[in-house]
């Protein structure tokens, strides 16, 4: 079962905030032409801050399959009626391994059905560092996932900074990193895209060819997730300063992105600053108001992205 998405901030993030701005000015200044004709045929602005969601769970008891969670407002009608209520456009929908067989079939088939008949666009979700060393089984799963089922986009989340080898041996974990891309994407059929979650700190980081790690990405993706797990907007240690660098890339890149934001506890969430589920849910809203205002012209830019369905629901007190 894919790993839940963790994003760390490396030590010393805070000494390198100040080039973000800079270089997003240079980069809006050619960005009109920038984008790729995909993006650029789709470049339609938000119209409300949060227009995505990751769905980690589903309805399906564990008792029943290993790989269920038992969330019963991962119903597929329930979650559609959630995104409906939400004005959400994009999903990025869980899909556990060999999702094409057993109770989690229908389940999965459902949900994207149920979510397609709202109007979103909705991508299969998942990721396991292991798909490093063997890409064909990011294939193999992309493919069960996918298998009789509308989709516009398969969202990767694999993690190679969460590998012992990360520190040992970078270089070599990020060709992995890569190749599995180029693997994963090869493999899509015609008409669906690859996204991949980016943390913003990725921007920052060299990549063994030259560049950074976040434009090695944005090369190979077609949208992507810019993640940025902080619980205020504005600051040196805000949403806008901390993802400047990663944004100015995405729109240099052509690739449409979002602003992944956090709702899960701080216990998970490895502190408080990191999330906003402990703040009041007013704290959320006006948050990424102030993120949306700030990037509205920005070219690429597809809202705020919230981590994740079930601590969302939670935050705002709708049940469980």
Request: aromatic residues 8%.
């Amino acid at each position: 079962m894919p790993l839940r998405p963790r994003h760390p901030r490396p030590a010393g993030a805070r000494l390198r905030l100040l080039a973000g701005p800079l270089v997003v000015a240079l980069a809006g200044a050619v960005a009109a032409t920038a984008l790729a004709p995909g993006a650029a045929a789709a470049d339609a602005r938000p119209t409300r801050p949060v227009t995505t969601m990751w769905v980690w769970d589903n309805s399906v008891p564990r008792e029943v399959d290993a790989r269920g969670t038992g969330y019963v407002p991962a119903e597929p009608a329930t979650l559609a009626a959630w995104v409906r209520e939400q004005g959400l456009t994009t999903v990025h929908l869980s899909a556990p391994w060999a999702a094409d067989v057993g109770v989690i079939d229908p389940w999965m088939t459902a949900a994207v059905s149920a979510l397609n008949a709202e109007g979103v666009d909705v991508g299969v979700l998942g990721g396991d560092p292991p798909w490093l060393d063997e890409p064909h089984l990011a294939v193999w799963w992309l493919q069960a996932a996918i298998r009789g089922r509308d989709v516009s986009h398969v969202q990767l989340d694999v993690e190679p900074w969460t590998l012992p080898a990360w520190q040992t041996d970078r270089a070599g974990v990020l060709t992995r990193w890569f190749t599995m891309l180029d693997t994963a994407k090869a493999a899509l059929p015609e008409g669906v895209g690859l996204g991949v979650d980016v943390p913003y700190w990725l921007a920052w980081e060299p990549a063994p060819a030259g560049g950074t790690v976040a434009e090695a990405v944005f090369a190979r993706a077609d949208s992507v997730g810019i993640v940025t797990f902080v619980d205020h907007a504005e600051g040196r240690d805000g949403i806008l300063a901390l993802s400047a660098d990663a944004r100015a890339q995405a729109v240099a890149a052509g690739v449409p992105f979002t602003i992944g934001v956090e709702t899960d506890t701080p216990e998970v969430a490895g502190g408080a600053e990191w999330t906003f589920g402990d703040d009041d849910p007013s704290v959320l809203a006006t948050e990424v108001q102030a993120v949306h205002d700030a990037l509205i012209g920005t070219p690429g830019y597809r809202g705020v992205a919230v981590q994740h369905y079930r601590t969302w629901r939670e935050l705002v007190g709708a049940g469980s």
